[in-house]
C-alpha cells in the first residue's frame, strides 16, 4: 500500500513537471515572439500636443 502511494506521488509530480514546462516554454516563444514583433516595427513616438 506505501509502495504505491509512493509511486503515485512520483507520477504526479513527474506529469506535473512535464505540464509546467509545456507551459513555460510556450510562454517563452509568444515572449520571444513579441521581442521581435517590436524589433521590427518603427519604435513609437508620442506626439506632444500643441496649443
Same mark, same amino acid.
Given at each position: 500500500?506505501?509502495?504505491? %502511494?509512493?509511486?503515485?506521488?512520483? /507520477?504526479? &509530480?513527474? $506529469?506535473? !513537471?512535464?505540464? !509546467?514546462?509545456? %507551459?513555460l516554454k510556450? /510562454?517563452?516563444?509568444?515572449?520571444? &515572439?513579441?521581442?521581435?514583433? $517590436?524589433?521590427? $516595427? @518603427? @519604435?513609437?513616438? @508620442?506626439? /506632444?500636443?500643441? @496649443?
Open positions: 500500500m506505501q509502495e504505491e %502511494v509512493e509511486n503515485r506521488t512520483v /507520477a504526479l &509530480a513527474v $506529469s506535473t !513537471t512535464r505540464m !509546467t514546462g509545456r %507551459v510556450a /510562454a517563452l516563444i509568444k515572449l520571444l &515572439a513579441e521581442m521581435k514583433k $517590436s524589433q521590427d $516595427s @518603427p @519604435p513609437q513616438i @508620442p506626439m /506632444a500636443s500643441r @496649443p
